[in-house]
């Protein structure tokens, strides 16, 4: 149980490169917090750093208020869950586990030891392979044994570096649920490395977005989906990926490359006097109108569009728009795709439509966009022209405030099958 | 199914075959010997395989008899030096090949090239000088006068077999270790070693051999029982009188020098089996 502080973190690798910059964040006691952005951008040299791997160029490591930047990794009592699980090979699975306890001369009786690794191998399901070596195991089950080393200790902390990269699906959806679970029993701070978007949103108390080495921002996963604090957050997190269509603001009208629509008026105080802005409007922002309910039909404004093509997936489907990608952004939206690792940008507008919706390609069709939840981006900078911070930090708050209460749950229900 | 069983079955005899023909290959000279160490002086010269009468008197010979003096002292010379050379080249090789694989220098490939390049002449081409060299700094029938070129021989080869091996182990588990609440020591000693014993082992094997079979050195090195190994030894067997061949004794000897080498294998075979490493590090 512990705190941990970062505080203007720095990495300079010897070639000079900053692999880490000015990195702050903040980690509550008992808080799950996420790591993410795309490969190279500094994850896991943040977390090497925090346990003590990697020197600290500048800034201030803080574990429960006290500086740890010249610290050992041994006494600094964190344990983690490294990217390739780093076992022994020469052990078997029981003496893996034990090998934290082992090496704690005296602390722990012979029968210490067998009862706790019988306890987390319990947990994990490992009770059958305790006498096997890591060689012979499976990928999941070298990544439960990766996970019992970590946690048979009861470090401070846990720090795991995707751990879970290498499974399938189908384990990783059942490993995400176990390692949620766990964490909320014990309540142990967490500091996790991925750049799967399912984990970070449902695993994550708050996740912090890297890009080249630098924090973009650090929310709750709404206020990130929500508010995010720029262009980079915004095409980062959400999957598919937000639209970011050039628009300009006249006469409280947005016109775009598919339409005009009216605009909330926040929305026309912040694009007014801009040449050009980049309107950011998630797939699923969007409706077919036909499939649409009258409730909500008041919210939005309406749209004409030709389709191009659409995908069908069962229980979502895509419909595509072509338009006219405007000289001026060009370069901006090509140097985001870049960032975040995704193929070129296609001037396509990527629309998520009910599965019941029969829009198909060659059609012109009307489409309904919730207007309220645009955001306007300044091309120039990427910074988020209608970021409401207050609206974001009450997502967040809340975010908090279910995380404490889960953990009293949790503690209430530990309590209540103790004394039973 | 039928054919691919029918299949595996050829292939399984094809090995079968292979590996015999292979064994005898190389073991038919070691049982020649063997059985020719069995002979009786006169029954050398009889070109059978095995002896007409079985005898220990080669092994007496060699032992207690004749050729005690030449042979005892040749064979404590041959554990002595080869020892001693493969215990230095092994410390040394590892220190060597844990700094390359481990640490980023400038120089690394000069000293990898440079251990190759050592290794290139010829023993015949550096004997003559070093001879000459040996007397006049008086280190010529020593042991350390031998010691030295079998460093010469023994240490190329450990540097790059182990710095090969030493590239292989998973340098992440002595984070791991450390992680986990080890010292830099004791993460050295607990994750990395078990790793790399069995990779030092088969160097040292193979060390002790290069310098255990030597002749060339050997016999040009040396001129007294002082620093004699047997491989040289072997050269100045007489037979019992002038008359008789000296091919009993020196079969007896040749057996009795092979004998370490298989033990060494036979003890050591559980440290040398490869792949321990699987299984450290996903993919
Ligand atoms: N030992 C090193 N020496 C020099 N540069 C390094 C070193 N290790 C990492 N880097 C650089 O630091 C940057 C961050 O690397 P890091 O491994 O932290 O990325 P990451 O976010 O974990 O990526 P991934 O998602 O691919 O694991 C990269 O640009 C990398 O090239
Ligand atoms: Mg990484």
Redesign the pocket.
């Known amino acids: 149980m512990a705190s941990i502080e970062l505080k203007n973190l720095v990495k300079k690798?010897?070639?000079g490169?900053p692999?880490v910059n000015d990195v702050s964040i903040d980690i509550e006691d008992g808080e799950f917090v996420i790591l993410v952005?795309p490969?190279?951008?500094?994850?896991?040299?943040l977390l090497r750093m925090i346990v003590g791997l990697e020197d600290i160029t500048e800034g201030d490591l803080l574990i429960d208020g006290e500086r740890v930047n010249d610290v050992a990794p041994r006494q600094r009592d964190l344990s983690m869950v490294f990217?390739n699980y780093a076992l022994y090979p020469h052990l078997t699975v029981f003496e893996n586990i034990a090998f934290p306890l082992r090496l704690q001369k005296g602390r722990f009786s012979k029968k210490e030891v067998t009862d706790k690794v019988n306890g987390v191998s319990e947990m994990l399901e490992l009770n059958e392979h305790l006498k096997r070596r890591p060689g012979n195991l499976s990928g999941g089950q070298r990544q439960r044994v990766a996970m019992g080393r970590a946690i048979v200790r009861e470090a401070k902390a846990f720090l795991f570096d995707?751990p879970l990269s290498n499974l399938d699906a189908k384990l990783r959806g059942q490993m995400r649920t176990q390692i949620s679970q766990l964490q909320r029993r014990l309540g142990t701070t967490s500091v996790y490395?991925t750049?799967d978007q399912v984990e970070a949103m449902t695993l994550g108390d708050r996740v912090a977005v890297l890009k080249k080495g630098e924090l973009q921002q650090i929310a709750s996963p709404r206020e990130l989906y929500e508010q995010p604090a720029n262009l980079f957050v915004a095409g980062f997190i959400g999957a598919p990926s937000m639209n970011f269509l050039p628009c300009t603001v006249t006469d409280g009208r947005l016109s775009t490359p598919v339409g005009d629509f009216d605009i909330p008026e926040g929305h026309q105080r912040a694009g007014e006097g801009k040449d050009i802005v980049l309107a950011g409007i998630r797939p699923e922002f969007f409706e077919d109108a036909e499939t649409l309910e009258g409730s909500k039909r008041d919210r939005g404004s309406l749209l004409e569009v030709e389709i191009s093509h659409t995908e069908w997936l069962g229980n979502e489907q895509y419909v595509y728009v072509h338009y006219e990608m405007d000289k001026r952004v060009e370069d901006t939206l090509q140097s985001l795709a870049e960032d975040m690792d995704a193929d070129e940008t296609r001037p396509e507008l990527v629309i998520s439509v009910s599965p019941e919706s029969k829009l198909r390609g060659g059609d012109r069709a009307t489409i309904w966009v919730d207007v309220s939840r645009i955001h306007l981006f300044d091309p120039a900078t990427g910074e988020n022209l209608t970021h409401d911070p207050e609206a974001g930090a009450e997502l967040t708050r809340r975010a908090a405030d279910e995380r404490r209460r889960d953990a009293e749950r949790a503690k209430e229900r530990t309590e209540a099958a103790a004394q039973s | 199914m039928a054919a691919p069983g029918g299949n595996t079955t050829k292939i399984k005899v094809g090995w079968a075959v292979l590996f015999v023909v292979t064994l005898v290959y190389a073991l038919f000279p070691v049982f020649s010997i063997l059985m020719t160490s069995f002979k009786t002086p006169g029954d050398l010269a009889s070109n059978t395989l095995l002896p007409a009468s079985f005898t220990w008197q080669n092994y007496e010979e060699i032992f207690v008899g004749g050729a005690q003096t030449l042979f005892l002292s040749a064979l404590v010379n041959s554990i002595g030096i080869t020892l001693i050379a493969t215990a230095i080249a092994v410390v040394l090789a590892t220190l060597c090949a844990y700094a390359v694989a481990r640490f980023d220098f400038p120089g690394k490939k000069v000293i990898l090239a440079s251990a190759l390049a050592v290794s290139i002449f010829p023993v015949i081409s550096v004997v003559t000088p070093l001879f000459n060299l040996w007397r006049t700094i008086g280190l010529y029938d020593t042991w350390i006068g031998l010691i030295i070129p079998y460093l010469s021989l023994t240490l190329p080869l450990s540097i790059w077999t182990l710095s090969a091996f030493f590239r292989q182990i998973p340098w992440e588990l002595e984070a791991a270790a450390q992680v986990d609440g080890a010292t830099q020591w004791q993460a050295f000693r607990k994750a990395i070693v078990p790793l790399a014993a069995p990779g030092v082992f088969t160097t040292a094997i193979l060390a002790f051999f290069i310098a255990w079979n030597d002749f060339v050195y050997g016999i040009s090195l040396t001129s007294t029982e002082a620093a004699r190994p047997v491989p040289a030894a072997l050269a100045f067997f007489t037979g019992a009188s002038q008359f008789e061949e000296p091919a009993g004794a020196i079969s007896a000897a040749a057996i009795v020098v092979t004998v370490p080498v298989v033990i060494l294998v036979v003890l050591f075979q559980r440290q040398i089996v490869s792949g321990l490493t699987q299984g450290a590090v996903k993919g």
């Open positions: 690798y010897a070639d490169y692999a952005g490969s190279g951008c500094g994850k896991s040299t990217q995707e490395v750049h």
